[in-house]
């Protein structure tokens, strides 16, 4: 199965913190699936850290090396990504979140997150 990964699920999992769900490990741990880190991510969490707000600098730096040695895959974001995102009702105000949901509409895949505010969206959300 493809899973597209939540911000805050990818820095749970290299911070091995708790606060993920069992059914994520479970998710993150089966070699079967093929798990998608967007590219929001990447740039949600550079801007976080930019503005004092994370510190994860040390992961930042080196985020596609990191991701790819977790064995996760880079997803793109597209135009139709982006006209999608710009698109959705706005039931959720954070702009790297409806992106996310936008490429999980799209490429027709779950989304791994604790955020309850994607199940107002048509997209599957595993927690």
């Known amino acids: 199965m493809n899973i597209l990964l939540d911000s805050h699920t990818l820095i749970w999992w290299f911070d091995g913190d708790s606060l ?7 998710v993150m741990q089966n070699p079967r699936n093929t798990i998608l880190v967007s590219a929001a991510t990447a740039w949600e969490l550079a801007i976080k850290v930019n503005l004092g707000k994370l510190n994860l600098l040390p992961l930042i730096i080196d985020f596609g090396k990191q991701v790819a040695e977790e ?8 135009f139709e990504h982006a006209t999608r995102a710009g ?5 959720h105000h954070d702009p790297f979140d409806r992106l996310i949901v936008a490429q999980a509409q799209l490429l027709n ?19």
């Open 71 to 78: 064995g996760f895959i880079e997803q793109p974001i597209t």
């Open 20 to 26: 993920l769900s069992r059914p994520a490990k479970l």
């Open 109 to 127: 895949v779950p989304i791994l997150s604790a955020d309850k505010l994607f199940d107002a969206y048509d997209v599957r959300r595993i927690w």
């Open 87 to 91: 698109l959705l009702p706005m039931h």
